[in-house]
């Protein structure tokens, strides 16, 4: 699969890729690290962590849990969209691009 993210694609729902179970975990991690971090940097390595950690998403497919966190950001990437999450929390004007690269 190929996504670009400068497309500027968009669910009707809260966001793309991983299943709503998965989805929901990967919502409740950004919120979580938004909650306890300031930069962008210290959410993006939080939710890396936590998807890594978690017992639902840490071992689905190969590779590393990749997060960027922003107001606006560009990227290109192949994808399993079984392992991608991308969606935007409005209320703190971010959007979030997390999947697993490999």
Avoid: H
């Avoid at 989805?23 to 939080?46: G, H, N, P, S």
């Avoid at 990227?75 to 703190?92: G, Q, T």
């Amino acid at each position: 699969f190929f996504f670009q993210a400068e497309d500027g694609i968009r669910d009707a729902q809260e966001s793309r890729g991983l299943g709503d179970v998965y989805k929901r975990q990967v919502l409740k991690y950004a919120e979580q690290a938004c909650k306890e971090f300031q930069l962008d940097k210290d959410i993006a390595t939080q939710i890396c962590k936590k998807c890594k950690e978690s017992k639902v998403l840490g071992w689905r497919g190969e590779g590393e849990w990749q997060c960027l966190v922003g107001k606006n950001f560009t990227v290109s990437l192949n994808y399993d969209n079984r392992l991608l999450a991308f969606f935007d929390l409005k209320e703190i004007g971010k959007t979030f691009l997390v999947f697993k690269s490999g």
